[in-house]
């Protein structure tokens, strides 16, 4: 997942400023001249019905602060929406 972040903030002509790596997911901050985003990826491993079977799943959680004028914004968007579709099994 972080791999796909990476690319769509790529994708959406910003830079990788900065990257942290918390005890459950990461903080990814990119910024170009003029627009920003801040990234946030958390996982958690829980246990679901009826996949209990599988045991404990990892549990993805993404937010986005994205700044900059409208186009920016339906561009990190939908760069995100595509990057992400790889995470679906």
Do not use: H, Q
């Not at 690319?7 to 459950?24: F, P, T, V």
């Not at 997911?25 to 209990?52: C, H, L, M, Q």
């Amino acid at each position: 997942m972080l791999l796909d972040v990476k690319r769509a903030l790529n994708k959406s002509k910003l830079e990788i400023k900065e990257i942290k790596i918390r005890k459950n997911g990461w903080d990814i901050y990119a910024s170009n001249n003029d627009s920003y985003a801040n990234v946030k990826i958390t996982y958690e491993k829980k246990r679901f019905y009826p996949f209990e079977t599988f045991g404990e799943i990892y549990i993805n959680k993404l937010s986005t602060i994205a700044e900059g004028d409208e186009d920016f914004v339906k561009k990190i968007k939908w760069n995100l929406e595509i990057s992400l579709l790889r995470c679906l099994p």
